[in-house]
């Protein structure tokens, strides 16, 4: 990769990335490597197209080439890369591996610090929305007594953080990073969120339960029972006593389970084999598009028709795409499914015994909506639940509003203590 990476002035990366110091960091793809990327979409050997007329084979044809058509005619990576360069951006080492991060601190007295974890196929990128509104309240319809400090990391494998050579970096691993990074920012108590494995590490970093975490915020609840994961995954009764809520659930988990989530077995088992999205752009982003079924209607919509899709816009879904192609960190990533499967058998919606204070976020198209009867069980701390009737997997890319009010309220009663 022939890009350019500021770290601190007067020295290589190389230099400091054995010690805890916090450099400030920039990134400047090449155009070498952002004409190759044009080059190489223009390029791509499309299959037939698929032999069904809905979506049940995958991401269509179609949408490809929608999506491609736009990538190499239209999109300008420079527009994001601006975006991301107007943040203080950083970067320090933690056990070994170089951690980049967002650090935004308010204007504000008495902020409270919350780090924000993103998931896949994601990046810092879908936080950068909820970044201002977070720190600068009172421009955003809120008080001074909402605003937050924001840290937002790139996950090990993802973005500008190091690609882990060894195994062992797991969502318990990146939860006790995440209190390291905090400490070393200088805080003494802080919040957390999270949504898709931002949520898991989130959630685990609840169960570890650090003195200076605070409470956790979390839009992709851990909260399904044990016993209704055995069901589902063995065929065994389900309980006799389910609410019409937790029946729905049940029902959309057994289609999560058995066609929504391919790409988590397939990282989870074999990520190493998937040379395809390294090697073609197109490759990677069929790959990223075919997340979740109401993520990739919409999507596909989005390039097809020109259909609004929240807030999320065609630049969005290729921001973060190119952002993943540049850093080559499409196999990188995926390798935390398999990191997550040797730590907890990729049980991603499980109950991980968080005590400490929770707030939940339910958006309507999320991989399933958490009941509140489930969530009270699995967090009997739980200071905050808001269910919505409009939003899905990527909240804070397509409903930062929405996002933003529920941190707010739902750390509120934190902000007092800290």
Do not use: C
């Not at 979506?55 to 269509?60: F, L, R, W």
């Not at 999506?67 to 056990?95: G, Q």
């Not at 990046?123 to 001074?144: A, M, N, R, Y």
């Not at 197109?282 to 596909?300: E, R």
Request: glycine residues 8%.
């Amino acid at each position: 990769m022939k890009d350019t990476i500021s770290s601190a002035p007067g020295k290589a990366a190389s230099e400091t990335s054995s010690n805890e110091a916090i450099r400030p960091f920039q990134y400047h793809a090449s155009q070498a490597d952002l004409d190759d990327l044009k080059r190489r979409v223009l390029a791509t050997k499309y299959p037939e197209k698929e032999t069904v007329s809905d979506k049940s084979q995958g991401v269509e044809l179609a949408t490809v080439q929608a999506l491609a058509l736009y990538w190499a005619k239209d999109y300008d990576w420079r527009k994001v890369e601006e975006r991301l360069n107007s943040y203080p951006n950083f970067m320090t080492n933690i056990d070994g591996l170089d951690i980049h991060f967002i650090h935004v601190r308010s204007k504000h007295n008495n902020a409270l610090p919350i780090i924000v974890t993103h998931g896949w196929p994601g990046s810092v990128i879908e936080q950068l929305k909820i970044i201002d509104p977070l720190t600068d309240p009172t421009k955003f319809g809120g008080k001074p007594e909402d605003a937050f400090d924001v840290v937002i990391p790139s996950i090990p494998g993802y973005g500008f953080s190091g690609r882990p050579t060894t195994t062992g970096w797991d969502p318990a691993h990146i939860a006790r990073a995440w209190v390291t990074l905090m400490k070393r920012l200088g805080y003494k108590k802080f919040v957390a969120q999270g949504g898709d494995w931002g949520a898991i590490i989130t959630e685990v970093m609840g169960a570890q339960a650090a003195p200076e975490l605070m409470g956790i915020h979390t839009n992709m609840a851990g909260v399904v029972p044990a016993e209704i994961n055995k069901s589902l995954f063995t065929g065994s009764p389900l309980p006799s006593n389910l609410s019409d809520d937790e029946k729905k659930t049940v029902d959309r988990l057994d289609f999560v389970y058995k066609k929504g989530v391919g790409y988590a077995y397939q990282m989870g088992l074999r990520p190493q084999s998937l040379y395809g999205i390294a090697d073609s752009p197109i490759g990677l982003a069929g790959y990223l598009l075919d997340h979740d079924a109401a993520s990739y209607a919409h999507i596909a919509e989005l390039f097809l028709e020109g259909k609004p899709y929240g807030s999320i816009t065609r630049d969005d879904v290729l921001d973060n795409i190119t952002l993943t192609w540049l850093t080559n960190t499409g196999v990188s990533s995926g390798r935390l499914y398999w990191e997550g499967l040797q730590f907890n058998g990729n049980d991603f919606f499980g109950v991980k015994g968080v005590k400490i204070p929770v707030a939940v976020s339910v958006f309507r198209e999320e991989l399933f909506e958490a009941p509140k009867s489930w969530s009270e069980k699995a967090f009997p701390n739980l200071i905050y639940y808001n269910k919505h009737d409009k939003g899905g997997h990527f909240a804070a890319w397509e409903q930062p509003d929405l996002l933003v009010k529920d941190i707010r309220e739902g750390m509120r009663s934190l902000h007092s203590l800290n």
